[in-house]
């Protein structure tokens, strides 16, 4: 492999020093994967590749060599693909294609080497835990893959998550193992599966427990074990892999849900789609070079650019659990006060997660609909195979429910989710404060009241903190972690830490009215509701938001949150932020007719239930009105999109977040902005922070905005007006 040119790591060890050599008997040898600069999770990054490829050529030479095991320094640590840091640093075409190029022919000369690709090794991948993308390429190369069957094991081809498809012979040796459908499955929604899934689907051709994976696969590679490969029906390859007509059907249905997904917004897919369904039917060099011309103008393009900064952002976030350079201890005993909506799914998810909680409510009816449904869940959840029978029980037994708040002598975490009213929050966790060890830390998950106000007169302010979820709990990725004037850093470090364990992503945030992602939802929702009361019609209103990127209209997503809740937050930010936050009486107007939303079977849309009880949207609701006013996509972006933005920057100028990647990070997990922009701030780099005044200003001399509160909204922040002069950017 030819690395001269390609970018090293600054910590990039010396050669021949990445793979480990074993020779444990005579014509076996074992390549252990043990980067010296990775001494947590290895990549396959150039230090790496490099040395797989000086490795190989060794081993080319070696006439008595039989048997060749591929593996990590331990069952349950291989590689986590490619280094991402490095995809992101690729910045032209050239280099683009030189870094697919090396990876596609270094692989392509392991399978060589291999029996499956005419040479006179049988080589085998020992696997396990995380074995994603390029590590996962890496296996499909040998002639089996043995896969260590735990918890932690994940394997598959999430590539089309950053904007690029697999680039190293993933789109071709795939559905080769699986067959297309399985194949574009996977690829498609760069989803991971769990061992049993890998092997039921044909990705793998065994399970092993970890503390066998190595030995299991050494008598694999030595012939003293027979292992067949996993295969598909004959029929089923040659009446759908490799018909012509089969796979353009198949085509054309995958083609028509990507494009309802995505709007064509992601390239990537589109592409791996064409590349799955014709492999089957090329030979692999010329699948290689498909490949490979598919992937180089997706490295650079700006989708991928704005999906990487999102993936480290993430990353980043995962230290705020951190406290004093380690990991903060973890919460193995919780409370949640209040069975509503909120606290029952907090409860639940608790508990999924491997923390005793025990859940307090007034309401025994309340109290008993969350234990049903956590039952129903977990049931699903086994059906599903991603919980085995015993994990589900025990994930059972770990909520508790009573009516008595008694049982909390050791209890680590309280979080209330009670009625929105500061009376009741204060009084909820000084009772709880009083009865729970010195230290435990006191939650709220209030989503408009002020932490310090909650906190005040309570003994150690220092241990309360907001944690906001976003309802649906089991769905919604982010957590704000909302520090109070008095919190202290090791709470918020061990409120974040569990946030993590519950698998969520937390952002910091200080104790502002609305925090970040309410504050800078709001006039983004009041502007589709000011639009709708001009006379533009929803559907046109939700059709150029969803066009935009947003994976919900504006108008669906105030009948989802429900219109009264949408009312009482936008009444507390403009009680907060006075007449640029001032909202719309239009919704007060349908509220008087007991239109809530979905819920109510009737807000701006009118809904009607299914068979199975869900609602179903069946029209405009009349006294919303005909909607007959025209107004291009544009205008209506502008509009709604730039009422958001430039609440955003304020936000940012007044260090309600650490920073511009965090601030994207809590738009897309928390409000879902449209991914492949990066965030708000990323969007407003692209559009050009000049030309964003230019619209705002052109938006606040309008005919349309004819209040002086209102216009007041689209007042250019002064750090956006800042960035203009100097032509800086935020990202």
Not at 30 to 50: F, G, I, Q, S
Not at 349 to 364: E, H, I, K, N, T
Not at 594 to 600: C, V, W
Not at 622 to 637: K, T
Request: glycine share 10%.
């Amino acid at each position: 492999m030819n690395v001269d040119g390609l970018p090293l790591p600054p910590n990039a060890p010396e050669p021949r020093t990445c793979w480990r050599i074993e020779r444990p008997r005579t014509g076996l040898v074992r390549l252990v994967l043990d980067p010296p600069h990775r001494p947590k999770l290895p990549l396959l990054d150039v230090p790496t590749l490099r040395d797989l490829d000086l490795a190989l050529a060794d081993l080319a030479d070696e006439r008595e060599l039989v048997g060749l095991v591929i593996t990590g320094r331990d069952p349950l640590t291989f590689a986590g693909g490619a280094d991402v840091e490095g995809i992101g640093s690729i910045t032209n075409d050239e280099l683009a294609r030189r870094v697919v190029a090396e990876g596609q022919e270094l692989f392509q000369r392991l399978h060589e080497l291999s029996k499956g690709g005419g040479g006179r090794v049988f080589v085998v991948a020992a696997v396990g835990g995380p074995v994603p993308g390029g590590a996962c390429e890496l296996s499909l190369a040998c002639d089996r893959i043995v896969l260590a069957n735990d918890p932690k094991t994940r394997i598959g081809l999430p590539e089309v998550k950053l904007g690029i498809v697999p680039g190293w012979g993933g789109t071709q040796r795939l559905p080769r193992r699986t067959g297309v459908p399985a194949a574009l499955d996977l690829i498609l929604t760069g989803k991971l599966v769990e061992p049993q899934k890998a092997l039921s689907l044909g990705i793998v051709d065994r399970l092993a427990q970890p503390a066998d994976l190595v030995r299991i696969a050494d008598e694999i590679a030595m012939g003293d074990r027979p292992c067949r490969r996993a295969r598909r029906s004959a029929w089923k390859r040659w009446f759908i892999d490799r018909n012509p007509v089969a796979g353009a059907v198949v085509a054309h249905q995958a083609y028509k849900s990507v494009w309802k997904r995505t709007r064509g917004h992601y390239p990537a897919p589109l592409a791996a789609l064409s590349l799955v369904v014709r492999a089957p039917r090329m030979r692999l060099g010329t699948g290689l070079h498909a490949e490979r011309d598919a992937v180089v103008p997706l490295v650079t393009s700006p989708v991928t650019k704005s999906l990487v900064g999102l993936f480290f952002a993430a990353e980043a976030a995962k230290k705020l659990g951190e406290f004093d350079g380690r990991k903060a201890p973890a919460i193995e005993r919780a409370a949640v006060v209040g069975a509503g909506t909120m606290g029952g799914g907090i409860a639940r998810r608790l508990a999924l997660s491997g923390v005793s909680v025990r859940l307090f409510d007034l309401q025994p009816a309340a109290l008993d609909a969350v234990k049903r449904e956590h039952a129903r869940d977990l049931k699903q959840r086994v059906r599903r195979r991603r919980l085995q029978q015993h994990e589900a029980d025990a994930a059972y037994d770990r909520l508790a429910i009573t009516r008595e708040v008694v049982g909390i002598a050791r209890t680590e975490f309280v979080i209330e989710a009670v009625a929105e009213r500061l009376d009741i929050k204060r009084q909820v966790l000084g009772d709880w404060a009083a009865r729970m060890p010195p230290g435990a830390i006191l939650a709220t998950n209030t989503s408009s009241l002020s932490i310090d106000a909650i906190a005040e007169g309570l003994a150690e302010p220092e241990r309360v903190v907001g944690m906001h979820f976003f309802n649906p709990v089991d769905r919604m990725p982010l957590v704000e972690v909302v520090r109070g004037t008095a919190t202290s850093d090791e709470t918020i470090a061990r409120t974040a830490r569990l946030a993590l364990d519950l698998g969520k992503t937390p952002v910091v945030t200080r104790d502002v009215a609305g925090f970040l992602v309410n504050r800078v939802l709001g006039p983004y929702l009041d502007e589709a509701v000011r639009l709708l009361e001009s006379g533009v019609g929803p559907e046109r209103i939700d059709d150029a938001l969803l066009d935009f990127g947003m994976p919900m209209g504006p108008c669906a997503l105030l009948d989802e949150i429900g219109l009264d809740i949408a009312q009482h937050a936008g009444a507390s930010l403009a009680a907060a932020y006075g007449p640029r936050m001032q909202t719309s009486t239009f919704l007060a107007r349908l509220l008087e007719h007991e239109f809530l939303g979905k819920k109510s079977g009737g807000g701006i849309y009118l809904y009607e239930s299914d068979a199975r009880g869900r609602r179903r949207k069946r029209g405009v609701n009349p006294r919303v009105g005909a909607g007959g006013r025209e107004l291009s996509h544009e205008d209506i972006v502008d509009r709604t999109v730039l009422a958001m933005a430039n609440e955003a920057v304020r936000a940012l100028e007044e260090g309600v977040v650490e920073d511009a990647a965090t601030l994207d990070l809590a738009t897309v997990f928390g409000m879902g902005f449209a991914p492949f922009r990066g965030g708000v701030l990323r969007f407003l780099d692209a559009l050009g922070p000049q030309r964003a005044v230019d619209r705002l200003r052109a938006i606040h001399g309008s005919p349309d905005v004819e209040q002086a509160t209102h216009r007041d909204r689209f007042a250019p922040a002064h750090l956006l007006l800042e960035h203009a002069r100097n032509g800086a950017q935020f990202r």
